[in-house]
């Protein structure tokens, strides 16, 4: 103003009780002052006295919060090309950014080509809500909360103007409950002069803290229920408990930056302690949510009980981060719980077939068992012990190859893959071509979709690449590994029928079957007859 130099639109956006309405006045006073000193309004002069009582003609001010229709725009607008006993003619809205479509539309129209006396000063708290094309013919100005000295320094003021019987603890008080907002540390201040209190009234969360603790859901839920019963709102507890867990998480994290003073340090910093920093992210983001769920709730309290229960009851909640809590605790339970394990020795590494043998003495060797049970499938398959390489051949014979391709070869291989292979035996071997034997044409003719899995078992235990030959033997009973049968004879006679008795349903590898089908029915209704 001291240079003439003024815009014809100003946006004035920042949170709520940092002086927009209020700068606005101040603006429209200095605009026509009588007297300014230095651009300044001299608060003296009529007009700047019916600016403050608010009864001048030069200045305007709407609350488009409640008039923000295309209609009020128009009759605002329309009246902005008559004539002002003032200077200039100054229209203030108020929370701007509520204006409807067509009203903002109206009001665009005005800022394109505005009349050469009149300035426009639109206040909102939400400066990304209006329009672009309304805040690109605007200059914008953010304002910003207050510090806690300036905010200090403006109710002592207030204190000295108004003389008032007030102590600096009660000052302080109320400065910490403006957070920043000089209108809201006005009205903290009044309430305190007003019921003599100094101390804030606030909920007695400890009971809240303690349930995320321990993970009790019903003492969260008991401990809401009486706070709700004391006359506390759930919105208003939900934003006060989220702000003590907002505390609780910057004194782990920055504690420099956070604002909690005296006894309530202490005590957020403990809580923070025992919470640890995942879970207290966890409730300050699940609060958070819940804020916003509240703003629709027909039920507000009912939304606060099931993030308590949520949060109390990971099992309940099916995030990630939920998930992960679990995890943590049960990684935990574990470690608190297991015994100390001695350390297992190192296994005995296999002899690669062609391999020479070592020249150390070689270690006792375990005896094989002489039953073994039906292979277990490979998921589940116990680790099995380690036969020590021969030192009397470079490569091992058949009877050694078909005991570890039935005791460690089959139950590495897929369950489909199992029920053909149990029925198949070793019947050559030369050191890289290994030769199995299967009782009908028909299963022969399956195998090549068992190859690949069959392939990577064999060069898991023999540590070489082999290949694999398939024929077929009619007559063929696979060997127990206790007892490898010997080599198959070209055409060997069947067995017959009445060789076989109710001890062979205990064989390891089941009864003889000829085909996949027979496979599936043996293996699924073990003693079943299939008749036609």
Same mark, same amino acid.
């Given at each position: 103003?001291?240079?003439?130099?003024?815009?014809?639109?100003?946006?004035?956006?920042?949170?709520?009780?940092?002086?927009?309405?209020?700068?606005?006045?101040?603006?429209?006073?200095?605009?026509?002052?009588?007297?300014?000193?230095?651009?300044?309004?001299?608060?003296?002069?009529?007009?700047?006295?019916?600016?403050?009582?608010?009864?001048?003609?030069?200045?305007?001010?709407?609350?488009?919060?409640?008039?923000?229709?295309?209609?009020?725009?128009?009759?605002?607008?329309?009246?902005?090309?008559?004539?002002?006993?003032?200077?200039?003619?100054?229209?203030?809205?108020?929370?701007?950014?509520?204006?409807?479509?067509?009203?903002?539309?109206?009001?665009?129209?005005?800022?394109?080509?505005?009349?050469?006396?009149?300035?426009?000063?639109?206040?909102?708290?939400?400066?990304?809500?209006?329009?672009?094309?309304?805040?690109?013919?605007?200059?914008?100005?953010?304002? #910003? !909360?207050?510090? *806690?000295?300036?905010?200090?320094? =403006?109710?002592?003021?207030? $204190?000295?103007? &108004?003389?008032? +019987?007030? /102590?600096?603890?009660?000052?302080?008080?109320?400065? #910490? !409950?403006?957070? *920043?907002?000089?209108?809201?540390? =006005?009205?903290?201040?009044? $309430?305190?002069? &007003?019921?003599? +209190?100094? /101390?804030?009234?606030?909920?007695?969360?400890?009971?809240?803290?303690?349930?995320?603790?321990?993970?009790?859901?019903?003492?969260?839920?008991?401990?809401?229920?009486?706070?709700?019963?004391?006359?506390?709102?759930?919105?208003?507890?939900?934003?006060?408990?989220?702000?003590?867990?907002?505390?609780?998480?910057?004194?782990?994290?920055?504690?420099?930056?956070?604002?909690?003073?005296?006894?309530?340090?202490?005590?957020?910093?403990?809580?923070?302690?025992?919470?640890?920093?995942?879970?207290?992210?966890?409730?300050?983001?699940?609060?958070?949510?819940?804020?916003?769920?509240?703003?629709?709730?027909?039920?507000?309290?009912?939304?606060?009980?099931?993030?308590?229960?949520?949060?109390?009851?990971?099992?309940?909640?099916?995030?990630?981060?939920?998930?992960?809590?679990?995890?943590?605790?049960?990684?935990?339970?574990?470690?608190?719980?297991?015994?100390?394990?001695?350390?297992?020795?190192?296994?005995?590494?296999?002899?690669?077939?062609?391999?020479?043998?070592?020249?150390?003495?070689?270690?006792?060797?375990?005896?094989?068992?002489?039953?073994?049970?039906?292979?277990?499938?490979?998921?589940?398959?116990?680790?099995?012990?380690?036969?020590?390489?021969?030192?009397?051949?470079?490569?091992?014979?058949?009877?050694?190859?078909?005991?570890?391709?039935?005791?460690?070869?089959?139950?590495?291989?897929?369950?489909?893959?199992?029920?053909?292979?149990?029925?198949?035996?070793?019947?050559?071997?030369?050191?890289?071509?290994?030769?199995?034997?299967?009782?009908?044409?028909?299963?022969?003719?399956?195998?090549?979709?068992?190859?690949?899995?069959?392939?990577?078992?064999?060069?898991?235990?023999?540590?070489?690449?082999?290949?694999?030959?398939?024929?077929?033997?009619?007559?063929?009973?696979?060997?127990?590994?206790?007892?490898?049968?010997?080599?198959?004879?070209?055409?060997?006679?069947?067995?017959?029928?009445?060789?076989?008795?109710?001890?062979?349903?205990?064989?390891?590898?089941?009864?003889?079957?000829?085909?996949?089908?027979?496979?599936?029915?043996?293996?699924?209704?073990?003693?079943?007859?299939?008749?036609?």
């Amino acid at each position: 103003m001291a240079r003439d130099r003024v815009s014809h639109a100003y946006l004035f956006s920042g949170p709520r009780g940092t002086g927009k309405t209020t700068t606005a006045r101040i603006l429209a006073k200095a605009l026509n002052c009588e007297h300014p000193l230095e651009g300044d309004a001299c608060n003296v002069c009529a007009s700047c006295v019916a600016i403050t009582r608010g009864s001048s003609l030069d200045v305007t001010e709407l609350d488009a919060a409640s008039n923000n229709g295309v209609d009020d725009i128009r009759e605002i607008t329309a009246g902005a090309w008559h004539g002002t006993p003032g200077r200039w003619k100054i229209y203030i809205f108020d929370e701007v950014h509520q204006l409807s479509k067509p009203a903002s539309a109206a009001l665009l129209k005005t800022l394109e080509e505005p009349p050469p006396h009149v300035v426009f000063v639109l206040a909102t708290t939400d400066p990304h809500k209006v329009l672009p094309t309304i805040r690109s013919r605007t200059q914008h100005l953010e304002f #910003r !909360l207050i510090g *806690g000295d300036t905010l200090s320094t =403006l109710l002592h003021d207030v $204190q000295g103007a &108004a003389g008032l +019987a007030v /102590d600096d603890t009660t000052i302080e008080t109320a400065v #910490r !409950l403006g957070r *920043g907002s000089a209108r809201d540390a =006005l009205s903290a201040l009044d $309430q305190l002069l &007003a019921t003599g +209190a100094t /101390d804030e009234t606030l909920p007695d969360f400890d009971g809240l803290f303690q349930a995320l603790v321990d993970g009790d859901a019903v003492g969260g839920l008991t401990t809401l229920a009486r706070l709700t019963g004391d006359g506390w709102d759930p919105e208003q507890l939900a934003e006060s408990f989220a702000a003590e867990v907002r505390q609780a998480f910057l004194l782990q994290v920055a504690p420099d930056v956070a604002d909690a003073v005296d006894t309530d340090r202490a005590r957020l910093s403990e809580w923070g302690r025992q919470m640890g920093l995942a879970r207290t992210v966890r409730v300050l983001e699940s609060f958070g949510r819940a804020l916003r769920e509240m703003k629709s709730a027909p039920e507000k309290l009912v939304v606060l009980e099931v993030v308590m229960v949520r949060l109390t009851r990971p099992e309940l909640d099916a995030t990630l981060d939920a998930l992960a809590e679990r995890v943590t605790n049960l990684e935990r339970q574990e470690r608190s719980s297991a015994p100390v394990a001695a350390t297992p020795p190192a296994p005995t590494a296999l002899r690669p077939i062609g391999a020479t043998a070592p020249t150390a003495t070689a270690p006792t060797a375990t005896a094989p068992t002489s039953g073994p049970s039906r292979a277990p499938a490979a998921t589940s398959a116990p680790p099995v012990p380690v036969e020590p390489p021969s030192t009397d051949s470079a490569s091992p014979t058949v009877e050694e190859v078909r005991r570890r391709f039935v005791e460690r070869v089959i139950p590495r291989t897929s369950r489909g893959a199992q029920l053909v292979l149990k029925s198949a035996t070793v019947v050559d071997f030369d050191g890289s071509r290994i030769t199995l034997a299967v009782a009908s044409e028909e299963i022969r003719q399956n195998t090549d979709q068992i190859a690949q899995g069959l392939k990577g078992a064999l060069d898991h235990e023999f540590r070489v690449p082999l290949t694999v030959g398939w024929v077929v033997d009619p007559g063929l009973r696979p060997a127990s590994p206790s007892a490898p049968r010997a080599h198959h004879s070209a055409t060997p006679a069947p067995e017959p029928a009445a060789d076989f008795d109710e001890s062979s349903a205990d064989d390891p590898h089941g009864p003889i079957v000829t085909s996949v089908a027979e496979h599936l029915i043996t293996e699924m209704f073990p003693g079943a007859e299939e008749i036609s």
